[in-house]
């Protein structure tokens, strides 16, 4: 009987607590589940915070990469909003950091688009004025001969130089007795006269003066006065480097003769025009041709 009751008492006590294998009790596997628990969730945690600083640091790779001043470099449309460059490729004429712009074809230069005007040449002759204003008719620029001797001549002040004595044959004198008179306001080394009567002339079968006036591309007019005495007299004209060419002849076997040569002409820049006025042929002692004055506008 006694044994019997202490096996009793003793399942008794064992009832009261639940066996589980290796000896554990309930609450000491609730407590390792929550332990288990607890570093299930700090893995997750730890995970989830090495992901975020992954993404941040991809995130700050990206906005360091794209330089902000590329948008700046966006073309405009006439509607004011930016044009956006296609998928796949660059805008083009954007620049890129860190390249040198792409350099734009040389224009065309205007003699390789624009064709050449050929040379022309005209010219005309009327009877000289009896008094002649080298300052209104000589624009551009005029010389006038005779008035300081037959060496010296006159030229207007700040001219363009383009009239060119280019000597001729035969000695040169000077005369005053001309039949017209010439007067000028900007002159030099003589700043203005009212009217003079001077000149040179050469002597003699092709004795005569050689000129030229240079051309710049546009029509130009020259004016030339010149005379003869008993003389027949040749005036040549003609473009350098070639082109039309012109000639005029003036005759008188008794006296003096004057003319206003009108010449136009148009020519390339450094091209010239070239004047010979000589005496084809004497027709009394000493017959000769004169120079008075030449003006360019």
Same mark, same amino acid.
């Given at each position: 009987?006694?044994?019997?009751?202490?096996?009793?008492?003793?399942?008794g006590?064992?009832g009261?607590? &639940?066996?589980?294998?290796? @000896?554990?009790?309930?609450?000491?596997l609730?407590?390792l589940?929550?332990?288990?628990q607890?570093?299930?969730?700090?893995?997750?945690? =730890?995970?989830?915070?090495?992901? =975020?600083?992954?993404?941040?640091?991809y995130l700050?790779?990206?906005?360091?990469?794209? $330089?902000?001043?590329?948008s700046?470099?966006?073309?405009?449309a006439?509607?004011?909003?930016?044009?956006?460059?296609?998928?796949?490729g660059?805008?083009?004429g954007?620049?890129?950091?860190?390249?040198?712009?792409?350099?734009?074809?040389?224009s $065309?230069?205007?003699?390789s688009?624009?064709?050449?005007v050929?040379p022309?040449?005209?010219?005309?002759?009327s009877?000289?004025?009896?008094?002649?204003? =080298?300052?209104?008719?000589?624009?551009?620029?005029?010389?006038?001969? @005779?008035?300081?001797? /037959?060496? &010296?001549?006159?030229?207007?002040?700040?001219?363009?130089?383009?009239?060119?004595?280019e000597?001729?044959?035969?000695?040169?004198q000077?005369?005053?007795?001309?039949?017209?008179?010439?007067?000028?306001?900007? @002159?030099a080394?003589?700043?203005?006269?009212d009217?003079t009567?001077?000149g040179?002339?050469?002597c003699?079968?092709g004795?005569?003066?050689t000129?030229?006036?240079?051309?710049d591309g546009?029509?130009? &007019?020259?004016?030339?006065?010149?005379?003869l005495?008993?003389?027949? /007299?040749?005036?040549?004209?003609?473009?350098?480097?070639?082109g039309?060419?012109? &000639?005029?002849?003036?005759e008188?076997?008794?006296?003096?003769?004057?003319?206003?040569?009108?010449?136009?002409?148009?020519? $390339?820049?450094?091209?010239?025009?070239?004047?010979?006025w000589?005496?084809?042929e004497?027709?009394?002692?000493?017959?000769?041709?004169s120079?008075?004055a030449?003006?360019?506008?």
């Amino acid at each position: 009987m006694s044994g019997g009751s202490v096996g009793q008492q003793d399942h008794g006590r064992v009832g009261d607590r &639940t066996s589980y294998p290796h @000896g554990q009790t309930r609450s000491a596997l609730r407590r390792l589940a929550r332990a288990r628990q607890r570093r299930r969730w700090l893995l997750e945690a =730890l995970a989830a915070f090495a992901c =975020l600083a992954a993404l941040v640091a991809y995130l700050g790779t990206e906005r360091h990469d794209t $330089p902000r001043e590329e948008s700046a470099v966006l073309p405009v449309a006439p509607t004011g909003r930016p044009v956006l460059p296609p998928p796949g490729g660059t805008q083009p004429g954007a620049v890129t950091p860190g390249l040198r712009p792409r350099q734009r074809p040389p224009s $065309p230069s205007p003699s390789s688009s624009t064709p050449a005007v050929p040379p022309t040449l005209t010219v005309s002759q009327s009877d000289v004025p009896a008094r002649v204003d =080298l300052s209104a008719v000589g624009a551009v620029d005029w010389v006038q001969w @005779g008035h300081l001797g /037959a060496r &010296t001549p006159v030229r207007k002040r700040h001219g363009s130089g383009d009239i060119r004595d280019e000597g001729g044959r035969g000695r040169r004198q000077s005369y005053s007795n001309n039949p017209e008179a010439y007067a000028w306001r900007d @002159g030099a080394p003589v700043g203005s006269v009212d009217g003079t009567m001077s000149g040179v002339y050469t002597c003699d079968r092709g004795s005569g003066f050689t000129l030229a006036v240079a051309a710049d591309g546009q029509p130009r &007019t020259v004016h030339l006065y010149a005379g003869l005495w008993m003389a027949r /007299a040749r005036l040549d004209l003609r473009i350098s480097g070639g082109g039309p060419a012109s &000639t005029v002849r003036l005759e008188d076997p008794h006296t003096v003769r004057t003319a206003d040569f009108t010449i136009r002409f148009r020519a $390339p820049a450094g091209a010239k025009l070239l004047m010979s006025w000589t005496v084809e042929e004497s027709l009394g002692d000493c017959g000769n041709v004169s120079l008075q004055a030449v003006a360019l506008r």
